[in-house]
């Protein structure tokens, strides 16, 4: 069974760096395709950026794609997300998730997602 735990939120400033990490602790992730989301106070949660369980494909919302990359890692079944030049609005709970069906579609929205971590909180001063 997929479990997911994200770590490596934190506080920084505006332009700084910050790197996600999501780790399967049930270690049954490599067919999955995973994302990552965010969800900022009063606003719905929206995807951030997405990969398919090759590492192949890779999606990104119009506000991370530039700034952010995803990748993974199958040895240790961890997924990462590299957030660069980094704004207030960037500010949120990011959580990962994954797609157990091992589908690659609709890959940035919420829908498509059965497993969910408890999120990371990420806080982008100005």
């Known amino acids: 069974q997929v479990q997911l735990a994200e770590s490596g939120g934190g506080l920084v400033q505006v332009g700084g760096s910050l790197k996600l990490s999501c780790s399967d602790s049930?270690?049954?992730?490599?067919?999955?395709?995973m994302a990552w989301f965010r969800q900022a106070p009063g606003k719905e949660r929206e995807g951030v950026a997405a990969i398919s369980w090759s590492g192949g494909f890779t999606a990104y919302s119009t506000s991370a794609k530039g700034r952010f990359t995803i990748s993974r890692v199958s040895d240790n079944d961890t997924v990462y997300l590299q957030m660069n030049s980094l704004k207030p609005e960037d500010t949120a709970v990011y959580y990962c998730a994954a797609d157990s069906s091992g589908r690659y579609y609709r890959v940035l929205e919420r829908s498509a997602y059965d497993v969910w971590g408890q999120g990371t909180q990420v806080t982008v001063s100005s």
């Open positions: 049930g270690r049954t992730f490599s067919r999955n395709t």
